[in-house]
Every structure is written in structure tokens, then in C-alpha cells.
């Protein structure tokens, strides 16, 4: 298992690391099996969606925003459970297949950490599942 160790500048974005994922993949030289990546943070999160127009994710945070208003009754003391439940919502993890020692992705897709509760120090584990 690989540690990537990602500083977030907002309190919320979404930040693309695809190539972070990329390079661990072929840093340890696999072929072929299957990627996870996962983080370890209850108010973060992992997906996939594309990052050839910079609105798209965006329009995600915005959507989210709108979706989880600040103003409804949270019972949370630390005043973070929008990022909670953002985090529930799009998940802490992805797989991606890897082939010929790539990511499989589509062509407008990249793999994003999303950062709903920062700035903060964040990580994401890559775990390779190879073909048996
Ligand atoms: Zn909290």
C-alpha cells in the first residue's frame, strides 16, 4: 500500500490526482489488476468525473453546497456535518482497473480527492489488486 499525502487550500474543492495514482502504479511496475484507492477522513472524499471542463467539478461542489445548506438542523457539535454527510454521499473510495500498466479511464475521466471540511493535511491509499 502506497501513502499519498495531499495539503488542501479551501474549505472545499476537489482536486484532481490522477497522475499521484498514476505514478504509484508505475512506480511498482503493475500490469494488470485492479486499483483502490481509498481515504481515511470522515469529511473527504474519493471520485470520478471529468476534468477536462474545470466546471464540472464546480458544479458538483456547487450542487452539493445547495443540496446540504448550511441552515439545516445538525446536531453535531463540531459544525462540520454538511462535510459529513458530503463525504457519505460521494464515498471514500474508487476502483479503477489498471491494463498494460495504465489507469483505465475514460477519455474525460480523472480520479479527484474531493475536500469538504478543510484546509487541511489529507491522505489517499492506493492499494493494487494484480490478476491472479
Ligand atoms: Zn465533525
Keep these: 500500500m502506497k ?12 482536486i484532481d490526482i490522477t497522475d499521484l495514482v ?13 486499483c483502490v484507492v481509498f481515504t481515511p477522513h470522515t469529511t473527504a472524499a474519493v471520485t470520478i468525473n471529468e476534468n477536462a471542463d474545470p466546471d464540472v467539478p464546480h458544479d458538483i461542489i456547487n450542487a452539493l453546497e445547495k443540496t446540504l445548506p448550511r441552515s439545516i438542523q445538525y446536531r453535531h ?40 471540511d478543510g484546509p487541511r493535511q489529507r491522505k489517499v491509499m492506493v492499494k493494487f489488486l494484480p490478476d491472479v
Excluded: D, Y
Design 3 to 14: 501513502e499519498i499525502n495531499i495539503r488542501t487550500n479551501s474549505q472545499t474543492e476537489m
Design 22 to 34: 498514476q505514478a504509484v502504479i508505475s512506480e511498482k511496475k503493475i500490469k494488470s489488476g485492479i
Design 77 to 116: 457539535s463540531e459544525g462540520n456535518s454538511p462535510a459529513h454527510v458530503k463525504s457519505s454521499l460521494v464515498g471514500v473510495s474508487e476502483l479503477v482497473l489498471v491494463e498494460n500498466g495504465r489507469l483505465v479511464l475514460g477519455t474525460w475521466q480523472a480520479i479527484f480527492f474531493c475536500e469538504f
